[in-house]
């Protein structure tokens, strides 16, 4: 009985084995076990959110675009440097002083290094500033409404490369000229020989103090001799107080540079106390210099409207005459990252071509200082001894080594541009321990808190400068190539391509929920305080004040009040003040105006944004609404009429109710 | 009637008081367009948004259907009404005092009939809103109305709108039933 049930079974013993080849075959594949894996990581389901907002910058685009992480969806993009016709930023009267420079109106920009504001060096949530690298700024944008809230030019620079680094408790964001430029006295003598670079070409470094509400002013610049000042980061823990700049063309080349500035050995990563400066400061030390830049804000107590301020001077340091401000690091070959460890104790480089990683001790620089352990100095200021301030070198950290970021295990990871991949290493020892390939050329990486004392040690992401074949083509022009890669084991993990936007230099990461927690939703109509401004109907009207026309105009879903305007005239200046009445999460209105020269409006719920147009001919303008608002949407229009300048059609309005 | 009793009376009027803090009614409505819903509250002398601006938001959608807003200072009942329970708490008190047991009685009808009234003026509310619609109305649906439920859900277009008592009627139907209790235990006395 019990032998024949047995022999019953015996037919299981093929199927068995066949369904295990099955398995085998299915293990053996490791591509297709690997990308499953890989997608359940990266898989944000239908009305999940991500975990993280990742900041990258636009780069040439001029704006900074915000990601969803880790599924590398592109939420938003926000207007800083360049006018931005999706919204009407830099177009509206309401924007366009945000792009006053000293040059008069700039109407781009290219963004580099974005990074959100600390508190106890952990990101807060509360801002995130980038700079502009061509004509030298540094905007604040607010994380409650995702808006540009301020802009500062930053004077006697160009080129805002090492630039914007804040300090663990947002005391400062730095500034540093990666071009330097003709600096005297008295700023009178620009226009010199460009071969005379050696004797009148600086640099400097400025230091922007960030007010508890976040406005900024320049404390004080400090004058460096004559190189290209590239990267920075603040340090933390140990090294609070100082902020370290890399530095290249030692060599002072002012042309050919990628031969002429790639011959020492050694270039220099600036170490500055920027307490001590600050103290110098507060005892009235350092002199006034000409310095006229222009400051731009949202004034929040007056309808949110962008104004300008011109600043004529700026208090300059000179480390030949204040002791104790700048040290010099040398440090190999051109170094272009400068990144500090989490624990504050480990200054390093990426010497983009340098065959090993220097990792500087911040403890080493310290007593090197105290004991004076100079082999020189440049401009006034103290050259220290490379092997006296080396924690080590990490050997073999791939070609090109560029930027560094770190988890919170004690590991870095630095990009290597040349032979496209990322290299984990220890940062006590020194010692490689993972690499993974990227596509292709890395330039900067980002982790969530990477740069801070608090890194979330998920996820990573490579912003690779070089697309090729990694998405449809679109053209000789594509979009760059971001990648996120699981760093949560001990072996890097790559998970997702994504396309961002622009050239993406350096992106922030953060925790979602510390942004979440400040977000506005619309703006109260009864907090409005635009001087312009109508929060009713009844308040919507049309006068004139010479060849001026002033439209005092609202929308709700969906109408336009009032929607038929008679008596404009050729030659008429016509401001269109569009107050959105709405009070409802997500729900704009444009305005859009046929022939006008700039934009179109997209106005936020409780917002008034003002349009000009300037009619050029006779005839009945049609204005609508752009932006899907409603079932009825394709009937929120209106007319204006304009007749001939010398006609003597009556200013009339209304909605014909 | 015992002192125990007249304690009883005189906890269901004062009760009352709370029916001035919490709302009566709740009608919730969710939409596709509204994940985190949209609604308002009927208290004793107002109707309120659930959250800042619903009732606004509400009065837009309605517009598109022709439904008149809504406007709390222009509906009297919400002017009434504090007064009602005022009355009910006050006549509580008395009778609580003077412990007269058949008053508790009158003092249930009277709150009883308020109650019905109540609910019957809200329904002749809800069905003029919801039938007397603007011939102008931008979206019109052959047959629709829009009569909110009494009590329960009803789909109205993409918007399940969903009426249900909220705290301050159970607090009113409590007050009922102790007044109810302490008539009938101190009928035991007699």
New interface residues.
Partial sequence: MTKQKFSHRLWIMPAIALFSLMLFGCNGNGNLSSSSDAAQKVYVAPGELDEFYGFMSGGYNGQLGVYGLPSGRHIFTIPVFSQAAVNGYGYSEETKAMLNTSHGFVPWGDAHHPELSQTNGETDGRWIFINENNTPRIARIGLDEFKTQEIIEIPNSAGNHASSFVTPNTEYVSAATRFSIPIDEDMSNMDVAIDSYEDTFKGTISFIKVSDEGKMNIDFQILMPGFDYDLSHAGKGPSDGWAFFTSYNSEQAHTLLEINASKNDKDFIAAVNWKKAAEYVKEGKGKMMPGKHVRNYIDHEEGGIAKSETIEEVRVLDPRELEGIVYFLPTPKSPHGVDIDPSGKYIIAGGKLSTVIPVHSFAKMSSAIESEDYEGEVMGIPVLKYDSILHGEVENPGLGPLHTEFDDKGFAYTTAFISSEIVKWDVENTQVVDRIDTYYSPGHLMIPGGDSQKPDGKYLVALNKITKDRYLPTGPEMFHSAQLIDISGDKMQLLLDFPTEGEPHYAQGILAEKVMKRQKRFYKLEENTHPQRATSEAQTRVERDGNEVHVYMTT???HFSPDNIEGIKVGDKVYFHVTNL???WDVPHGFAMKGANNAELLIMPGETLTLTWEPKEAGVFPFYCTDFC???HQ?MQGYVRVSPKNADVPLSYGTGK | MKISHRVWMALAALMLIGVYFVPIWSISMEAPQYPEGIGMNITVNNIEGKS??DL??IN?LNH?IGMKPIEPESIPELTIMPYIFGFLILSGLVIAATGKRTWILYWLGFFVIVAIAGLVDFYIWGYDYGHNLNPDA??KVPGMTYQPPLLGSKQLLNINATSLPHIGFYIALISMGIAGFTWWKSGDEE
Avoid: H, W
Wanted: proline fraction near 6%; charge should be negative.
């Fill in positions: 709700i879903r969906s709405e009070q409802d409603s079932a009825l009937e | 800042e601006n606004k938001n837009g598109y931008p979206i």
